[in-house]
């Protein structure tokens, strides 16, 4: 029988995670995947999904996650994630679902849509009782107390007030007879709509291969030294660079680098170097460039790998 079970983002750990790919873009449907990219790798990417409840916003946005194909090389090199062609992975496990694990993923999903409907029923009634408990308590130590008439319709009123939020979709509860009504569990008509981000179950996980490689720009090399270094990366699109480095997670951290990436022996204007440096000290960050040093420039005796790239950080002084 197909089981949904929620899984600890820690449990992911060692498994690879797959990257779905597919019109182009690298992305990513499992919230526990995300959860264990971005405490474990320093791999954030970028929220594309819309929400549910605000559709009609683009200031908070859900699942997918899309990465930058550095991201996803990364991984991959890594041996943290495998690429899967989402397309072709779909249609073979339609082809290939039976009907008996059709019905048992239904089921599954039946059965966790109840369990959420009894949580909420019964987060519902302690609501209201803590409510009714505070309530009450304050009427009786209230030096202008109201008639107990009085006392007993407010507390009905503040009942229905703290229980309308968590009562949409399940039946109404008739009102008590006794001087402190005290809301009692009802058998819910219907289960909550479970929706799956993932299609596994009822498909089979997606096989792990490391033939699809995603292709790397030119700036990667930086890319991968930055992260190798510790910071998280992020797209830098409002700020004209290529990428935005933190030295910690974003949700907690400004950003201390405006990055672009440069070939060893590719040419630029003066003019952008004076752009940056002025960009990035007007925004209180530092101006990064750095490129992959050429074979010759790795001296006798070093290693190559993180050695690799030279970066140079470049700050407005002024005149």
């Given amino acids: 029988m197909t089981h949904l079970m929620p899984v600890n983002p820690d449990q992911l750990a060692d498994q690879p995670i797959p990257i779905s790919f597919t019109g182009g873009r690298y992305l990513l449907f499992d919230v526990n995947a995300i959860t264990c990219l971005r405490a474990q790798h320093h791999i954030c990417g970028v929220l594309t999904g819309s929400i549910p409840h605000l559709p009609q916003q683009n200031v908070f946005l859900g699942i997918p996650v899309e990465l930058m194909p550095e991201e996803a090389r990364l991984l991959v090199e890594k041996g943290v994630a495998f690429v899967v062609d989402d397309v072709a992975w779909h ?13 048992a993923f239904l089921q599954a999903l039946e059965t966790r849509g109840w369990e959420a ?20 308590a304050k009427l009786a130590t209230s030096a202008e107390a109201n008639t107990p008439a009085a006392a007993e319709e407010e507390i009905e009123n503040a009942a229905k007030t703290d229980s309308t939020d968590e009562r949409l979709f399940t039946p109404s509860t008739p009102p008590s007879s006794s001087t402190f009504p005290r809301r009692t569990p009802t058998a819910p008509t219907e289960p909550h709509i479970i929706t799956p981000t993932i299609s596994y179950p009822p498909f089979p996980p997606p096989p792990q291969s490391t033939a699809l490689l995603p292709p790397a720009p030119p700036s990667y090399p930086l890319f991968a030294h ?10 830098g699109l409002r700020f004209g660079c290529q990428y935005l ?14 990055t672009m990436g440069y070939g060893w022996d590719e040419e ?10 002025r960009l990035g000290t007007g925004v209180k960050k530092g101006f990064l460039i750095g490129g992959p040093r050429p074979s010759g420039e ?4 070093e290693e190559r790998g993180l050695s690799d790239v030279k970066t140079f950080c470049i700050e407005w002084g002024g005149m």
């Fill in 91 to 103: 249609r073979k496990g339609l082809r290939e679902l039976r009907d008996e694990d059709e019905k």
């Fill in 117 to 136: 409907t009894r949580a909420a029923e019964k987060r519902a009634v302690e609501r209201s009782e803590n409510a009714l408990k505070k309530r009450s």
């Fill in 226 to 235: 930055l992260h190798a270094q510790g910071y998280f990366l992020s797209p």
């Fill in 245 to 258: 480095a933190y030295p910690g997670d974003p949700l907690r951290f400004h950003s201390h680098f405006l």
């Fill in 268 to 277: 630029f204007g003066l003019l952008d170097l004076v752009a940056g440096g």
């Fill in 298 to 301: 790795v001296k006798d005796g």
